[in-house]
């Protein structure tokens, strides 16, 4: 795998005051930026030309690793060719070709696809579809929604709403009413657990007590299968098949939020195809287009998508969409990623890989302060305990000084998150290994 890093070429800015960072302490970042200016494989270049090793696919989105030919040259070239086309009422034929790719990608039944820009409107999307679907099928009174406690599905009202972290909802009001959360997957009993817990998959029950109590009133249940943003939580053995088989029973629709494992995280193309197990709905992003430009997407079953659109009057069926809905530029960096995966084999790369990842991530399971660690496929996370009265404090200090030693990995709260490009090394495995190591060691 090259490995080249382009030179950095582009001055920092020393006037950080206009922007408004997302989900970030923007006091501090602007006392101590940290900026990256150039991104080649498995690196990004800092403006001061240091290589950082991408231990995270930048936000768990760059699969193929960064700067990858053929989709810079699908880019430029669809710049040029058609920049833009209206996605109502007309379209272009690269969103035609990408659809038809991601239902042959996808598993069986999975046959439509709507695209928006995000994995935050992806999420609104599949929502929105749950209730049109319902409603089409003359069960308008299945107007409930049910997340799960810890859940993450972007920041859009209904994926906050279904939701599960307290931060991401709790300064924005009463949200959509008529939501639900069942149990999140984490047992503290279980710490340690190479791959999937042994024990929980009864927690899939949690949604048929919530049928006991609502009835025939709830639309649908949405689900990370591996809770990704909040730690790293894969699903107890029997959890996913037990909520499948329990929707089938009670016709609610199961929806997987695939936005993080999508595109081979776990060593397959999807979550649904590593587990067996298939949803009514399926949303995607990031790596569908190894996040060069952004892309989300939504895929439904045929059922959903035909009780919708071919049981619906003359005229538009579905009321909703996006003016950058299969965007030509997204659109083309999509194929050229999926031409990418496939030629190089990153997923079955991934799950090759996945044994010597999971090694060596829990070999810093006896590293100071260390209280529990996660991996699935190429993912993994450790929890450090906190630090008595400052929640948080351990985990950026780490983020920090792993920062400064030329490595990136993501900290969420004093939850340490790991999710390498697919292209990435033993070697570098083993260099991620050990500078995490080293920071986790100097700090107090
Ligand atoms: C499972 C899941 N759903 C949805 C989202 C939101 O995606 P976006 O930030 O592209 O809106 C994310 C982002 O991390 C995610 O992990």
């Not at 924005?172 to 710490?191: E, S």
């Not at 088989?245 to 939020?257: K, P």
């Not at 659109?331 to 990418?340: D, P």
Request: hydrophobic residues 45%; negative net charge; contains cysteine.
């Amino acid at each position: 795998m090259p490995d080249d890093v382009t030179a950095a070429s582009v001055a920092a800015p020393n006037d950080l005051s206009a922007l408004w960072m997302p989900f970030t302490h923007n006091r501090a970042f602007k006392r101590e930026p940290r900026l990256f200016v150039g991104a080649k494989d498995m690196h990004y270049v800092t403006p001061d030309g240091r290589k950082v090793l991408d231990a995270t696919a930048g936000l768990w989105c760059v699969n193929a690793g960064h700067g990858r030919p053929r989709i810079v040259a699908a880019i430029q070239r669809q710049a040029a060719e058609l920049d833009y086309a209206p996605s109502f009422q007309l379209g272009h034929p690269l969103a035609f070709e990408l659809a038809l790719k991601l239902r042959a990608l996808l598993p069986g039944g999975l046959d439509q696809v709507f695209f928006s820009n995000s994995g935050s409107e992806a999420v609104d999307t599949a929502l929105k579809i749950a209730l049109a679907y319902q409603r089409a099928c003359g069960q308008g009174q299945r107007t409930r929604l049910v997340g799960r406690e810890r859940a993450y599905h972007g920041v859009g009202f209904g994926g906050i709403s279904v939701g599960g972290m307290g931060n991401n909802r709790r300064s924005f009001g009463p949200l959509l009413p008529g939501v639900d959360h069942i149990r999140h997957t984490h047992d503290p009993a279980q710490r340690f657990t190479r791959g999937q817990p042994e024990r929980g998959a009864e927690l899939a029950d949690d949604l048929e007590r919530l049928v006991a109590v609502h009835g025939d009133t709830i639309a649908a249940v949405i689900v990370e299968p591996v809770a990704g943003s909040t730690g790293v939580l894969p699903p107890p053995k029997g959890y996913l098949e037990r909520l499948r088989a329990f929707c089938d029973r009670s016709g609610v629709l199961l929806i997987f939020d695939e936005v993080i494992t999508g595109f081979g995280r776990l060593g397959a193309a999807t979550a649904a195809e590593r587990f067996a197990v298939t949803p009514d709905i399926m949303t995607l992003a990031k790596g569908i287009t190894n996040a060069a430009v952004p892309l989300g997407a939504t895929a439904v079953s045929g059922r959903v998508h035909d009780a919708i659109v071919e049981g619906a009057a003359p005229g538009i069926e579905f009321f909703h969409g996006y003016t950058y809905s299969g965007h030509p530029l997204a659109a083309a960096a999509g194929l050229a990623t999926l031409e990418t995966y496939a030629e190089e084999q990153l997923f079955g790369r991934a799950a090759e890989l996945s044994g010597a990842w999971e090694t060596a991530v829990h070999g810093l399971a006896r590293a100071p302060h260390v209280i529990d660690v996660r991996n699935l496929g190429l993912t993994g996370a450790l929890d450090l305990e906190p630090r008595a009265g400052a929640p948080g404090a351990r985990g950026a200090e780490v983020f920090g000084r792993c920062f400064d030693d030329g490595l990136l990995v993501r900290a969420t709260g004093d939850t340490i998150a790991l999710s390498p490009p697919l292209i990435i090394s033993e070697a570098q495995i083993a260099e991620a290994v050990e500078k995490l190591g080293k920071a986790i060691a100097a700090t107090p």
